[in-house]
């Protein structure tokens, strides 16, 4: 019995730092509350000097605003494609300045040093602080918690994980998107992949045949 107990609270515990829409640590933007067919597109780990051009230029194409979530090591040398993110009307987010594989097990103070060290990097380069704020993996944990709540960012999800890191066919990438579209859906896609621009423009036509349109999230 007892062992089944640590069983259970061990799940939990896993369920509620890994699964960003459990809500249990932090409170972040999953969905948006809308009753349009409207959905949001985001991605994260950018910029790439290849790739983000390429997805910028398929937005452009589409008219379509997305928001994407910097890593700020990533910046250097890349500062003009940030400021072409911002010029084409996206929005920004904060990604970490790292991006570690041991990002969530850091301590608060060094967690919070690494966030604002993004945000003052960004800063440099677009004029202004991001607000919102995606954490890296989409783990979030007590720490995690502290940090939002010392730097007031506003934490975004998704609804729809692409897992475009782990697939090859791009056709079974956008078909999994599909079937889980709903009104407000936040999808998460990554910019820096090869191929990325043709995945991007396959989604949106399939979506578009769905009915479905393409919002911006505000500020």
Known sequence: MIILLIIIILGFLFYASYSIKSQIYVRALCRVRTAENIVYLTFDDAPD???TPKVLDVLKQNNIKATFFCIGSKTVGNEQVIKQIIVDGHQIGNHSFSHKNTFPLLSRKKMLADVELCQQTLKKIIGCEPTFFRPPFGVTNPHVAWVVRKTGLKVIGWTI???????????KIVDRIVRQLKSGAIILLHDRLNGSETLLQSLIDEIRGKGFLFGELKV
Request: charged share 15%; aromatic share 8%.
């Open 161 to 171: 994980r692409s897992y475009d890191t782990n697939a090859v066919n791009q056709q």
């Open 49 to 51: 000097a290849v790739q």
